[in-house]
């Protein structure tokens, strides 16, 4: 095999040249043009600060609302995961009602606004079916050891409720998306691998889970990473109802520090640190999987 030396175009330079200059410009007007000023000294302590009682270093509001980020990603990614398996395989079913009701599911969550969902959520789940049962009450009264865990894995018991109503809301949007990736990444499979099945004796099921299935995941995966993804950047949108992630602790900084650029840069980077190592762990997830297939 002939390795051929990578070249670099004029169209390429060109570009190369675009980019940079357009960088420079805007460099140029943030430093010059923009009547602002800079203080990066100051936000590093809105991220840590040292706690003198407990002599050590703990999260301070930006990543107070980064961990209350990534609690509610994976609570919601769980929620919509399985609501779109679940959803996904109604899709294929062969009863008609089955598939007309999973359908009716996708298209109504996927042309209905995400900040509607939310708001329908929170004041009917939160106002009126979570009240009557009491929830909050009930884990008010449990140990401190109890509230803790609760307050770790979830949220406090004050706020358990909107939080609650959060996941909710975003495990059945994202769901929807799910359902049609399972359903596409099903459908994908070739109609010999059932045929070839249903002439070993299977039954519908044992031909969905020990053949079509996992061939299935192999081309489901890299769609459904960029779906986690966008769960982790949709969940911003529950700020709006007073979830403490990391959009509402942002806005709380900036309305009290005034500094605009400093914290939603950051802010940024705290995203893109998150969604970027989920896009390399489910890479890394793929590749495993194929050298176990192979």
């Known amino acids: 095999m002939i390795h051929r030396k990578p070249t670099i175009t004029l169209i390429d330079a060109g570009v190369l040249l675009a980019l940079l200059a357009a960088a420079a410009f805007v460099a140029y007007r943030v430093r010059v043009g923009l009547n602002y000023h800079w203080d990066w000294a100051v936000l590093p302590q809105y991220l840590f600060r040292y706690d003198p009682q407990e002599r050590l270093w703990v999260p301070n509001v930006l990543m107070q609302g980064f961990f209350m980020t990534i609690r509610l990603s994976i609570w919601a990614t769980a929620g919509a995961t399985l609501i779109g398996v679940a959803m996904g395989l109604l899709r294929i079913s062969r009863s008609r009602f089955k598939r007309m009701a999973a359908a009716g599911y996708v298209e109504l969550t996927r042309n209905t606004p995400p900040l509607v969902l939310v708001f329908i959520f929170y004041f009917f789940i939160g106002d009126q079916l979570l009240?009557?049962?009491n929830l909050e009450a009930c884990l008010r009264e449990q140990s401190p050891a109890v509230q803790a865990l609760l307050a770790t894995l979830l949220a406090p018991p004050g706020r358990l409720t909107a939080f609650l109503s959060a996941v909710l809301t975003l495990s059945i949007f994202e769901g929807a998306y799910i359902t049609e990736i399972v359903r596409a990444g099903i459908q994908s499979i070739e109609k010999g691998q059932w045929e070839?099945?249903?002439?070993?004796?299977?039954?519908?099921?044992?031909?969905?889970?020990?053949?079509?299935?996992?061939?299935?995941?192999?081309?489901?995966?890299?769609?459904?990473?960029?779906?986690f993804i966008s769960t982790i950047k949709d969940s911003a949108i529950v700020s709006v109802i007073s979830i403490q992630e990391l959009t509402f602790r942002g806005m709380e900084l900036m309305s009290s520090t005034y500094l605009t650029f400093e914290t939603w840069i950051t802010i940024t980077g705290l995203y893109f640190v998150l969604t970027f190592g989920c896009a390399l762990a489910v890479e890394r997830l793929e590749l495993r999987w194929r050298r176990q297939r192979a």
């Open 196 to 227: 070839a099945a249903a002439a070993l004796g299977f039954t519908r099921w044992r031909r969905l889970r020990h053949v079509i299935l996992p061939q299935a995941v192999l081309r489901i995966l890299p769609p459904l990473a960029g779906q």
């Open 131 to 133: 009240s009557t049962v």
